[in-house]
């Protein structure tokens, strides 16, 4: 069993900028994509990044450019710098790990097609 731990959610002004890491435990094997999804009140869990153990990075339209995914796969750690925030972005910050075949597999941009999940760090932007 996997667990994630995420932090560096927080407040922070439109146009900002939040840095979220996230930590395996025990380290994810070595095909394990990692990602991050959000959540904001009353809407689905959304695919926000992912990347996969051969560093291949995937994004949403609207965060790309924005935001940028990155692993340090001896570490086991997952991280998300996001600049230029915008209040649309308040969420709930998930970070996900799930194995989709292959080192250089596309992950999912699906919520259920992952295995495990953090527990969760607020995002919020003020306008």
């Not at 900002?16 to 991050?36: E, I, V, Y």
């Not at 450019?65 to 910050?93: H, W």
């Amino acid at each position: 069993q996997v667990q994630l731990v995420e932090s560096g959610g927080g407040l922070v002004q439109a146009g900002g900028s939040l840095r979220l890491s996230c930590t395996a435990s025990p380290r994810t094997g070595s095909a394990d994509a990692m990602g991050w999804f959000r959540q904001a009140p009353g809407k689905e869990r959304e695919f926000v990044a992912a990347i996969n153990w051969a560093k291949v990075t995937y994004y949403r339209g609207s965060v790309e450019g924005r935001f940028t995914i990155s692993r340090d796969n001896a570490k086991a750690t997952v991280e998300l710098q996001m600049n230029n925030l915008d209040p649309e972005d308040a969420a709930v910050y998930y970070c996900s790990a799930s194995r989709f075949g292959s080192m250089r597999a596309t992950p999912s941009r699906n919520a259920e097609a992952w295995r495990y999940w953090g527990q969760g760090t607020q995002v919020t932007v003020s306008s």
